[in-house]
């Protein structure tokens, strides 16, 4: 397989410590777990989706767990400002906060809360099942350019997570950088249902959800692919990504950095487990990986 060398890793304006990241959503909802994170040797975390307002989320069910991922359509539930306290300890380490809005202004001023206590924001303008946010916003080339400059304005590093529930991520990822982002995080969810053939109805209590997990894998690597050929800011792969191997062929398909998040829940010690295959001293340099797949 395949390895590359250790060393400093800087993305889109943030220095992490590897090249691998705790996706938003999973054990970030508490300062506790985010350190956690960091100690078990992810080289950066995101934290749970922020919003202008306290909101509960959906009602459940909210997760069902699948042979080849995990379907969920948690609503966004989450403590608005309060949240603020949480991230206040972790000021020098490398934590993004992802935070979501209605509009350019909700997101601006969400921002304002965190500014210099964060080394960045992930928006999400990318979460398929949260009405009036997410993809609701994330579809529209216009609204995503507007939210992004709305946040990269304060000057702090700003990542965009896109949906690939599009026809063609690739004028999305363009919007954002027009927009002033620093890099594109590819992707979220992908919108999905199943149907319980007992009950005859859905298994979710929202119907629809987001599928992710190893069943989307294939889908990541393609958005990471076509990004890379049409937006000159760095992309962070996310979507599936569970092994070293994994990692590579998301760097091949030009992602600079990866989000890991599912495949937490299977193994919290999966950060260490995948740097120890990915990181060799003799390994090859990243820069000789990222978009190789795009050369001959």
Do not use: Q
């Amino acid at each position: 397989m395949v390895s590359i060398r250790p060393g400093p890793v800087t993305v889109g304006g943030v220095a992490l410590d590897n090249h691998l990241l705790l996706a938003a959503g999973i054990l970030g909802t508490t300062g506790s777990s985010l350190n956690r994170m960091l100690s078990l040797g992810a080289g950066g975390v995101v934290t749970k989706s922020i919003g202008p307002y306290p909101k509960d989320g959906h009602a459940g069910p909210c997760l069902a767990v699948l042979d080849d991922g995990i379907l969920n359509a948690m609503g966004l539930p989450n403590p608005s400002k309060e949240f603020v306290d949480e991230v206040a300890p972790l000021i020098k380490k490398p934590v993004m906060v992802s935070i979501f809005g209605g509009n350019p202004a909700e997101f601006a001023r969400v921002a304002g809360w965190f500014e210099g206590k964060v080394a960045g924001f992930e928006l999400n303008l990318s979460c398929p099942h949260a009405e009036g946010y997410g993809a609701a916003i994330g579809t529209d080339p216009g609204l995503v350019e507007a939210c992004t400059r709305a946040v990269s304005a304060t000057g702090v590093p700003t990542w965009v997570k896109l949906t690939p529930n599009v026809t063609d991520i690739t004028s999305i990822g363009k919007a954002a950088e027009r927009g002033g982002a620093s890099a594109i995080v590819a992707i979220n969810t992908v919108r999905a249902m199943r149907i319980s053939t007992g009950l005859r109805r859905p298994v979710l209590g929202n119907r629809y959800g987001g599928l992710s997990g190893s069943a989307v894998f294939p889908v990541a690597v393609r958005c990471v692919y076509e990004l890379y050929e049409s937006c000159k800011i760095p992309i962070i792969g996310c979507g599936g990504v569970s092994s070293a191997d994994n990692v590579i062929e998301m760097m091949m398909a030009g992602a600079s950095a990866v989000e890991i998040g599912s495949a937490v829940l299977n193994n919290v010690k999966i950060f260490e487990t995948i740097k120890s295959d990915l990181y060799k001293k003799d390994g090859l340099s990243p820069k000789e990986i990222i978009g190789c797949a795009h050369h001959g």
